[in-house]
Nanobody
Framework: QVQLVESGGGLVQAGGSLRLSCAAS????????MGWFRQAPGKEREFVAA????????TYADFVKGRFTISRNNAMITVYLQMNSLKAEDTAVYYC????????????????WGQGTQVTVSS
């Protein structure tokens, strides 16, 4: 089992920045790919970004490329999502996820999930 706890959400004005953190614990959690999904009201959960276990590979959804950066600290088993140039449409609950690979994480089907953190961007 892998436990994930997110933090760092909040209210920010459009154009501003936030950094989300996700602390992982549990068996072999440092060897998992980790990533972020989001779910806006009335919409399905969607993939945002992912990073492999070593941090050498990252991938992003097109709608965040150039604005969001995912990184990880394996000593602390924490993954971060730096969100810049935020837009009102980025408003959502952001979920941390973990799975054995980036490819499997992106499908969303077998992930471990955090409880989510609310990000609200005011226009």
């Amino acid at each position: 089992q892998v436990q994930l706890v997110e933090s760092g959400g909040g209210l920010v004005q459009a154009g501003g920045s936030l950094r989300l953190s996700c602390a992982a614990s549990g068996r072999t959690s440092s060897s998992y790919a980790m990533g972020w999904f989001r779910q806006a009201p009335g919409k399905e959960r969607e993939f945002v970004a992912a990073i492999n276990w070593s941090g050498s590979y990252t991938t992003y959804a097109d709608f965040v490329k150039g604005r969001f950066t995912i990184s990880r600290n394996n000593a602390m088993i924490t993954v971060y999502l730096q969100m810049n140039s935020l837009k009102a449409e980025d408003t959502a609950v952001y979920y941390c996820a973990a799975d054995l690979s980036v490819a499997s994480l992106q499908t969303g089907g077998n992930n471990y999930w955090g409880q989510g953190t609310q990000v609200t961007v005011s226009s």
